[in-house]
């Protein structure tokens, strides 16, 4: 679905066209849903997908347009998955905490993406999967993350090269 027919139904839905709403929600719970499984983990992204949805219907008449549909979308889901992960540190033991900062050896042949996905920066996964897992522009990119286009080029680039840098550790093992 093009940007204009989600900017169209916006507006449909913002007037309270409930029809509208579900095309949208059709429309973008595929990759909504992604980002989310890239963020969290694929076992929490259906409940963090539909948080995105009801902060998004909540949010609906407060929305000015001033953003592509997908990216102001896209934004809630990163900021619901951003409040889940926060969530979780701060009921986590210490014990969790240490475990998970280090990573074991990679082996490729075990290995998915969202494996090696998981073992970036948050701020890197979400500028990688953005970018090369959902399609979207740098442009857009910078305006889901509200930063500079510059800072989403520079993260793809070191999430590249970290995962380059993964792949040929678990070749070389």
């Known amino acids: 679905m ?6 169209h139904l916006t507006h449909a ?3 309270g066209d409930d029809a509208a709403l579900r095309e949208i929600v059709d429309a973008t719970q595929d990759p909504v849903y992604r980002l989310c499984s890239y963020l969290s983990s694929p076992g929490e992204a259906e409940d963090l997908t539909q ?9 609906l008449p ?6 592509p549909v997908r990216a ?12 889940h992960i926060r969530r ?17 050896e990679l082996d490729v042949a075990d290995i998915e993406l969202g494996e090696l996905v998981d073992t970036l920066e948050p701020e890197k996964r979400t500028a990688f999967v953005l970018t090369q897992v959902l399609g979207m522009s740098y442009e857009e990119a910078a305006v889901v993350c509200d930063c500079p286009i510059g800072t989403i080029r ?6 590249r090269a970290h995962l380059a840098a993964a792949v040929r550790e678990a070749d070389a093992s």
């Open 2 to 7: 093009s940007e204009d027919d989600l900017v």
């Open 13 to 15: 839905a913002v007037n």
């Open 51 to 59: 948080e995105t949805y009801l902060r998004a219907l909540q949010a």
């Open 62 to 67: 407060r929305f000015r347009f001033e953003a």
């Open 72 to 83: 102001w979308l896209f934004g809630i889901a990163r900021h619901v998955c951003a409040d």
């Open 88 to 104: 979780k540190v701060r009921r986590a033991p210490l014990e969790r905490k240490v475990a998970s900062a280090s990573h074991a």
């Open 154 to 159: 520079s993260r793809v680039a070191r999430a």
